[in-house]
């Protein structure tokens, strides 16, 4: 079996499994008609618990997700897997009537109404019963993992953030804190913000569609799934002792030692491609990343406009001013994995880096 464990803890380092997690969304919404179907549903549900239920017989993966920080994340994962089966599901059979000259079921129920008191009131009432019968037993069963009160003299390894923090947390390790800290969470919060005010669609209101807005929908999961829960189960699982990556059936070993040689873009262009010193001025040094930064998003938003006919149509249907702002938001995202994707392929630590001024890319 070793053999086969060590194979599986191959696929699970970082590049395939990023690559990995892209695929399945991608084949998650070419397949949705397939997969959302309720005995395939079923089989997905079995088969995910049945790998589950065989991984907790290695010691080592037992030790990691029976800690009483990391049992919530499974349920999280089957509590974003199941409500994502229920909305495509709903998605689909309505799609599947809009395209018959059907209304959607939603359309065919508006008529119903529900009383606040005692219909829904009541159901709330149960609801919290029930959840709070859940967290006491929970409790009861886990306890709270507090460790010793906090001192300078020693430090958890791995030293991990709050599960809802973690993503967050590995966005730091691929850029400064300024811009995972500050820039991205503020630019995600006002990305939210101006969705109704970019996507101006008014169809799907008040009823479950995928075919009607893809725009709006492909890209809001692609940062949920793939840039968040994603990367919150990759720390948690994955990032062990001094935040180095262990497959799923490793051992956590304190000592293990990776090599990691991280250059810069100034390094890889005046030492490595011209065989030079590096330059003493830092503007000088950095040109060639400022210069890449100044093609992503300046000269490629147009390039890929007179490219690509798709964008071509939604420049026209949504003016110069909500498309230059979507397809902008579009990058800065796209950024996130593309450093990641640097790293773990290259090694490439910052696009600019300017420690005279503590700013780096």
């Given at each position: ?282 503007l000088l040094r950095e040109l060639p990343g400022f210069l890449m930064i100044g093609f992503y998003l300046g000269v ?62």
């Amino acid at each position: 079996m070793q053999p086969i464990l060590d194979f599986i803890d191959g696929l699970f380092q970082p590049q395939f499994y990023f690559a990995g997690s892209v695929v399945a969304f991608w084949a998650m919404i070419r397949y949705r008609e397939q997969w959302t179907e309720p005995k395939n549903a079923l089989r997905l549900l079995v088969g995910l618990t049945g790998v589950l239920g065989l991984s907790l017989f290695n010691d080592h993966f037992r030790e990691i997700a029976g800690t009483p920080d990391n049992i919530p994340i499974f349920l999280m994962v089957y509590c974003v897997g199941f409500f994502l089966w229920l909305s495509f599901r709903q998605a689909v059979v309505n799609d599947r009537r809009i395209s018959t000259g059907q209304p959607p079921v939603e359309k065919e129920t508006s008529d119903q109404k529900v009383y606040v008191w005692p219909d829904l009131v009541f159901i709330e009432f149960i609801a919290t019963i029930i959840g709070g019968a859940f967290l006491i037993l929970w409790s009861l069963k886990y306890h709270a993992p507090l460790e010793m009160p906090a001192t300078p003299t020693w430090s958890p390894n791995p030293a991990k953030a709050p599960w809802y923090f973690l993503g967050l947390q590995e966005m730091l390790v691929y850029f400064d804190p300024w811009l995972a800290g500050v820039v991205f969470p503020g630019t995600i919060v006002m990305g939210l913000i101006a969705i109704p005010f970019i996507d101006r669609n008014p169809k799907g209101n008040g009823y479950y569609t995928y075919n009607d807005r893809k725009l709006a929908i492909t890209p809001f999961l692609f940062g949920f799934l793939i840039l968040w829960v994603s990367l919150v189960f990759m720390g948690t699982f994955l990032r062990g002792p001094n935040w180095n990556f262990f497959g799923p059936f490793e051992f956590w070993d304190p000592h293990k030692v990776v090599v990691l040689n991280n250059v810069n873009i100034s390094e890889y262009f005046w030492v490595k491609l011209l065989g030079m010193g590096l330059p003493h001025f830092w503007l000088l040094r950095e040109l060639p990343g400022f210069l890449m930064i100044g093609f992503y998003l300046g000269v490629l938003p147009p390039l890929l406009t007179m490219r690509v006919a798709f964008l071509q149509d939604l420049l026209k249907k949504m003016g110069f001013i909500r498309y230059g702002i979507l397809l902008n938001l579009a990058l800065l995202m796209a950024s996130l994995p593309m450093k990641m994707l640097l790293r773990w392929l290259f090694n490439l630590k910052y696009i600019v880096s300017i420690p005279e001024f503590f700013f780096n890319i």
